[in-house]
């Protein structure tokens, strides 16, 4: 929501400052100028870009103006989560978690985190690793690297839009230039004309180059950069769930596990020791509430 915030506030403080200036704000539509540009951009977009990526570049951007992101809720969530599932295994050994990882919405513990269960990368990123932790046989800096491995591919993956809109961010000014000479063309061929008609089309031609420099430097380039540090607040999310399977696999209690994984949140969205050992506590009776429950059922 602040980015469309942000949007409103350049559009209304550049048109201010030309209206201040008397301008007229009517000499600035230029419908043609507009398709030009704008045709050109996202045309080069489509050329440039794989379907996947502009699959991923509109769903990032949507999720901007949302306001999504991962929150201390979030995270909270995810450490809670870890908690219970580390302690089925405590409790039923490894064998216990097959039927959690491999039928997650089914799950009494995954089912009820749904923040996390429609995360789809995440959800396969801890179903994959449990797998291989219930194999066995695998060094954990063998595990650690190969959970880099896909974390970096991930992350690559997710960069790639805002790279791309950044390019096109580059190229604006550029499009705005060929807009500005094509205006000079047209402008050349009326040069003996009234003194006003040459001048209203010299500053047809020249909205082009403004248009190009406006939506470079005060729209697409910002959003590129909000892109990218929604992909790298999106990244240390996967870091806080492989830092807590890295030390389940460790052999760490699962209260200990976690604490691994809470200290590499970020500060601004880090729940706090006792929040979390609240919640985990919250989560512990519940679960133990439900099973008279499930008995007085059966019975």
């Known amino acids: 929501m602040i980015a469309l915030f942000g949007i409103v506030f350049v559009t209304a403080c550049v048109l201010g400052g030309y209206v201040m200036h008397h301008g007229h704000l009517m000499v600035l539509f230029q419908p043609s100028e507009f398709l030009i540009i704008g045709g050109a951009a996202i045309g080069s977009l489509l050329v440039g870009t794989p379907l996947k990526t502009l699959k991923l570049l ?4 949507l999720n901007i103006f949302k306001g ?4 201390k809720e979030s995270y909270t969530e995810l450490l ?21 990882i491999e039928n997650p919405k089914e799950s009494s513990v995954i089912s009820k985190y749904p923040l996390f ?13 449990m797998r291989l932790v219930i194999m066995g046989g695998i060094p954990e800096h063998d595990l650690d690297s190969m959970l880099d491995l896909d974390l970096e591919m991930h992350h690559k ?11 096109i961010g580059d190229a604006l000014p550029g499009l705005g230039i060929v807009a500005a000479v094509l205006g000079v063309i047209i402008t050349m061929g009326a040069i003996g004309g009234p003194p006003e008609v040459i001048g209203y089309k010299v500053g047809a031609a020249l909205v082009g180059t403004f248009l190009g420099v406006l939506l470079s430097y005060g729209y697409v380039q910002p959003l590129a950069s909000n892109l990218t540090i929604m992909v790298e607040t999106e990244a240390q999310y ?11 696999h460790k052999g760490f209690a699962a209260s200990i596990a976690i604490e691994y994984a809470r200290r590499s949140i970020p500060q601004d969205v880090r729940p706090g020791f006792t929040e979390v050992e609240e919640a985990c506590r919250g989560a512990k009776s519940g679960a133990t509430a439900a099973k008279p429950a499930e008995q007085a059922v059966g019975a």
Do not use: C, I, W
């Open 238 to 248: 996967y870091v806080v769930l492989k830092q807590g399977l890295l030390a389940f």
């Open 68 to 71: 999504g992101g991962f929150k």
């Open 58 to 61: 509109v769903a990032q951007l």
């Open 80 to 100: 809670v989560m870890m908690y219970e599932l580390f302690n089925v295994a405590r409790k039923d050994g490894l064998v216990g978690l097959e039927s959690h």
């Open 157 to 167: 993956e997710n960069a790639q839009p805002a790279s791309q809109l950044n390019r």
């Open 117 to 129: 269960l429609k995360n789809h990368h995440a959800l396969d990123f801890l179903a994959d690793t």
